[in-house]
T-cell receptor, first 112, second 113 residues
Framework: DVKVTQSSRYLVKRTGEKVFLECVQD?????MFWYRQDPGLGLRLIYF???????EKGDIPEGYSVSREKKERFSLILESASTNQTSMYLC???????????FGSGTQLSVL | QQQVKQSPQSLIVQKGGIPIINCAYE??????FPWYQQFPGKGPALLIA?????SEKKEGRFTISFNKSAKQFSLHIMDSQPGDSATYFC????????????FGSGTRLSIRP
């Protein structure tokens, strides 16, 4: 089975800090995604990457950036964390477009 | 036109009942309609998916009903069990790009023993 691993289950950061969320997948998937999950809002796409060093903005990219230096690793960066970025962050990967997404277990980020 | 509207937001059903979760979409370019199941503390996992060339798909106790003309699809869970208690997300996307997958807002389902 595909495994998508997120480095932290819980994180607590202070306003203004730079935050790194790491995600690794072990099945050689081309596509990787970062979503944000908030109650009543579903899953909203922040950024996705379809190849190493390639990235595209999703629906809510403001305040975030990403990095994909290796195929298996996709990082989400909060340049200057703010309280409205307190949320559950989910990483996902897929082999090709229009196919099953495999999600990690999520990182619950609290920004104080 | 990009939205997927999901209802209800929460649902409580007695064991053995048939919970039904509904979704509606507007973009006729969508051609893949998955449902994801999420347990507390876990990421969502694909439960079942349908393409618009069929009106129904069954996998075990889970059934998707699809109405192309109404642009609606729904998830039915037969003989529901307490272990089915989870949050369910419908989604839709077109063939051209997985980045365009649009998720519904989610339904928190609770099955009472």
């Amino acid at each position: 089975d595909v495994k998508v691993t997120q480095s932290s289950r819980y994180l607590v950061k202070r306003t203004g800090e730079k935050v790194f969320l790491e995600c690794v997948q072990d099945m050689d998937h081309e596509n990787m995604f970062w979503y944000r999950q908030d109650p009543g809002l579903g899953l909203r796409l922040i950024y996705f990457s379809y190849d190493v060093k390639m990235k595209e903005k999703g629906d809510i990219p403001e305040g975030y950036s990403v990095s994909r230096e290796k195929k298996e690793r996709f990082s989400l960066i909060l340049e200057s964390a703010s309280t409205n970025q307190t949320s559950m962050y989910l990483c996902a990967s897929s082999m090709t477009t229009n196919e099953k997404l495999f999600f990690g277990s999520g990182t619950q980020l609290s920004v104080l | 036109q990009q939205q997927v509207k999901q209802s209800p937001q929460s649902l409580i059903v007695q064991k053995g009942g048939i919970p039904i979760i509904n979704c509606a979409y507007e973009n006729t370019a969508f051609d893949y309609f998955p449902w994801y199941q999420q347990f507390p503390g876990k990421g969502p996992a694909l439960l079942i998916a349908i393409r618009p060339d069929v009106s129904e798909k069954k996998e075990g106790r889970f059934t998707i009903s699809f109405n192309k003309s109404a642009k609606q699809f729904s998830l039915h869970i037969m003989d529901s069990q307490p272990g089915d208690s989870a949050t369910y997300f419908c989604a839709a996307n077109g063939y051209s790009s997985a980045s365009k997958i649009i998720f519904g807002s989610g339904t928190r389902l609770s099955i009472r023993p």
